[in-house]
């Protein structure tokens, strides 16, 4: 088997690029990019294995549901088709398989989290990428991608969600609901002190927004819905 030394990233970079080169939905190269550099910020003063951060986060999306398909997304096809390509060790493997079987919020509702630093880490970045500034394009995108509306006010936020069944549903309507499905949650289940304070940060750019918004489409009634939301210090 290849020694971590001799793992090719910048081609398995170039694998993950082709698959995902042309999502329009918002789960594009540019979001692993900038997950994984995210990522890197996070692990600078943890005691990490980088390489297993790397791989895990390069490979995250490429079996993503969304994109690929429930039987991707259950056996990992393409994430296994390109770790074996690169023969990457059985433990290196399995290590940043068990952390790609972690990743995304419907594994969180359905009681699934990392159970590594390292897998942590990359949890803690891909989320954050779907928060703040970024999160709210890459909602838009994937609202366009799908041909739904970006705020239908008289679609009211789930107030509770039991299972990932019941999340995926939910993503069907439109984009301001999945800011309280979803987007808006996200901060308290950060795992990480860097990921925690940043996705704090990007939760309140989702909090201005999000009331402005309200004001213009005079959707005061919305506004409730987002009082729990609000930096009260």
């Known amino acids: 088997m290849t020694s971590k030394s001799m793992i090719d990233i910048s081609a398995i970079h170039k ?56 039987e991707h997304a259950k056996k990992l096809l393409n994430a296994n088709t390109i770790l074996d390509k690169y023969n990457v060790a059985d433990k290196t493997k399995s290590k940043v398989l068990n952390i790609v079987r972690s990743m995304g919020y419907n594994k969180y509702i359905e009681g699934v989290r990392p159970g590594t630093l390292e897998g942590m880490i990359v949890s803690d970045a891909d989320m954050c990428d779907a ?7 890459r909602t838009h995108a994937y609202a366009l991608s799908k041909g739904n509306v970006f705020f239908d006010k008289d679609i009211r936020p789930e107030t509770e969600l039991v299972d990932a069944t019941e999340y995926k549903t939910s993503r069907k309507s439109h984009s301001v609901q999945h800011f309280f499905d979803k987007l808006l949650r996200i901060p308290a289940i950060l795992m990480t002190d860097s990921g925690r304070r940043e996705g704090e940060k ?29 930096d009260k210090s």
């Open 131 to 137: 928060i703040g500034s970024i999160g709210i394009l």
């Open 15 to 70: 694998d993950v690029k082709e698959l995902l080169g042309k999502d329009k939905s918002g789960h594009g190269m540019d979001h692993v990019d900038r997950v994984l550099k995210l990522a890197m910020t996070f692990a600078e003063n943890e005691r990490v294995d980088k390489e297993i951060v790397t791989l895990a986060t390069l490979l995250h999306d490429v079996d993503d549901y969304k994109i690929f398909g429930e």
């Open 202 to 230: 990007r939760k309140m750019i989702m909090v201005s927004f999000l009331r402005e918004l309200f004001q213009e489409e005079d959707s005061q009634e919305w506004q409730k819905y987002l009082n729990v939301y609000e």
